[in-house]
Nanobody, 114 residues
Framework: VQLQASGGGLVQSGGSLRLSCVASGDIFSINTMGWYRQAPGKHRELVAT???????NYADSEKGRFTISRDNAKNTVNLQMDSLKPEDTAVYYC?????????WGQGTLVTVSS
């Protein structure tokens, strides 16, 4: 499975960005897609995930500000990020999980200026 992410960039505090990720390759219908992020000097952490049947999981700090969605027919997952804060600055990684196997995209940088 290959993942291609897009949509990162520079935004002012309080602004919005939308990340997208497309999965390609041998994909089974039951899977989880989502986003993780890694800020400088920190571990990679969960942002949000969504299963193929629509169940979502958000990190507490993103609830109410970020919205994950996906299009199963297009193997695409999106992350709408609103009310961005400087502490949201990180490299955001698309993740695709089938059973015990994780696939990762190349990462897209999100920078939020104060």
């Amino acid at each position: 499975v290959q993942l291609q992410a897009s949509g990162g960039g520079l935004v002012q505090s309080g602004g919005s960005l939308r990340l997208s990720c497309v999965a390609s390759g041998d994909i089974f219908s039951i899977n989880t897609m989502g986003w993780y992020r890694q800020a400088p000097g920190k571990h990679r952490e969960l942002v949000a995930t969504m299963t193929s049947d629509g169940s979502t999981n958000y990190a507490d700090s993103e609830k109410g500000r970020f919205t994950i969605s996906r299009d199963n027919a297009k193997n695409t997952v999106n992350l709408q990020m609103d009310s961005l804060k400087p502490e949201d600055t990180a490299v955001y990684y698309c993740n695709f999980k089938e059973g015990p196997i994780d696939y990762w995209g190349q990462g897209t940088l999100v920078t939020v200026s104060s």
